[in-house]
């Protein structure tokens, strides 16, 4: 159990254009998401906070409308780079908690590789 | 910000040899610790976790150690074995809020 899904698993896209990120919780009902990124060999840094329902936290330092976050339901969420640039360039990991009253168990995603060329 | 560290960037065990691996971490109130491992190219996967108000917590071949006094964290691995290699990653959490990652520690396991 506690399986979370991501796709694609790696894409490549050219300068200026929008890619999109879904992560999925395949068997358990996820009131709240994770995105983070890590570059290599450095640790996850987390993007934002999304709330199924509600408008994503974001981080210190991560642009909200270069990042688009939606939260539509309890098993997905998805990550929107807007506009991406090589510097966006990156591996980006999701995780999901479990919607339990007090609960931390969070799981992770198999992550994304975006290459922006 | 609060944040948390590794002591050792890398480090290299014999197989079969027990390894350890430590953190530091810095905000006195997290009440929460994970360790995480990550394969290259993958998500961070689950390893083992304890509380506060633990001082030892041990798995399968696991064992967390948790020093408050210090704010010191550290996973053993006992009888490594060649899939044990990979980035290690603790974890800090303060009142079912976020996570805050170390700077990870890479582990090689030498045949």
């Known amino acids: 159990g506690a399986v979370v899904s991501q796709h694609p698993s790696w894409v490549i896209c050219k300068s200026g254009t929008s890619v999109k990120i879904e992560c999925r919780s395949l068997d358990f009902q996820a009131t709240t998401m994770f995105w983070y990124r890590q570059f290599p060999k450095q640790s996850l840094m987390l993007m934002a906070t999304?709330?199924?329902?509600?408008?994503?936290?974001?981080e210190q330092g991560v642009e909200k409308d270069k990042f688009l976050i939606n939260h539509a339901s309890l098993t997905l969420s998805t990550l929107t780079v807007t506009s991406a640039h090589p510097e966006d360039s990156s591996f980006y990991i999701c995780?999901?908690?479990?919607?339990?009253?007090?609960?931390?168990?969070?799981?992770f995603g198999p992550g994304t590789r975006l290459t922006v060329t | 910000g609060e944040s948390v560290g590794l002591h050792l960037p890398t480090l290299s065990v014999q197989e079969g040899d027990n390894s350890i691996i430590n953190c530091a971490y810095s905000?006195?109130?997290?009440?929460?610790f994970i360790w995480y491992k990550q394969e290259s190219g993958k998500g961070p996967q689950f390893i083992i976790d304890?509380?506060?108000?633990?001082d030892k917590r041990q798995g399968q071949r696991v064992t967390v150690l948790l020093n408050k006094t210090v704010k010191h964290l550290s996973l053993q691995i006992a009888a490594t074995q060649p899939g044990d290699s990979a980035v290690y990653f603790c974890?800090?959490?303060?009142?079912?809020?976020?996570?805050?990652f170390g700077t990870g520690t890479r582990l090689t396991i030498i045949p």
């Open positions: 905000n006195s109130a997290s009440d929460y």
């Open positions: 304890i509380r506060s108000n633990m």
């Open positions: 974890a800090e959490m303060f009142g079912n809020e976020k996570l805050t």
């Open positions: 999304s709330n199924e329902g509600s408008k994503a936290t974001y």
């Open positions: 995780s999901a908690r479990v919607g339990l009253a007090g609960g931390t168990e969070q799981y």
